[in-house]
Nanobody, 123 residues
Framework: QVQLVESGGGLVQAGGSLRLSCVAS????????MTWFRQAPGKEREFVAA???????AYAGSVKGRFTSSKDNAKNTVYLQMNDLKPDDTAVYYC?????????????????WGKGTLVTVSS
């Protein structure tokens, strides 16, 4: 059974940092791009960051320079380091996986999803 399990969310003050983790199991994710999306209340799910199998990162403009995506293939784990957090970053953050070569920024195209972890940034 394929599982993506996120952790690391919580409550943080504006300007603070959090590191999200996503552990993948039940599937060989070789060649997959691992992606982070987020969904704020009343808003659509939006692309945040991705990291390809070869380790190339990509970011949404709103988080570029503040968030860093990384991974540890040996641990089947991807990370999202979030610095200088802002209240607008408040959302449920989801880990997703998509086969390499497919769009990584289109939520409907993801092959697998985690259940999400809540990040709340207070002002």
């Amino acid at each position: 059974q394929v599982q993506l399990v996120e952790s690391g969310g919580g409550l943080v003050q504006a300007g603070g940092s959090l590191r999200l983790s996503c552990v993948a199991s039940g599937h060989t994710f070789i060649g997959f791009t691992m992606t982070w999306f987020r969904q704020a209340p009343g808003k659509e799910r939006e692309f945040v960051a991705a990291i390809t199998w070869s380790g190339t990162p990509a970011y949404a403009g709103s988080v570029k320079g503040r968030f860093t995506s990384s991974k540890d293939n040996a641990k089947n784990t991807v990370y999202l380091q979030m610095n200088d957090l802002k209240p607008d970053d408040t959302a449920v953050y989801y880990c997703a996986a998509v086969q390499g070569g497919k769009s990584y920024a289109w939520a409907r195209g993801m092959d697998y999803w985690g259940k999400g972890t809540l990040v709340t940034v207070s002002s």
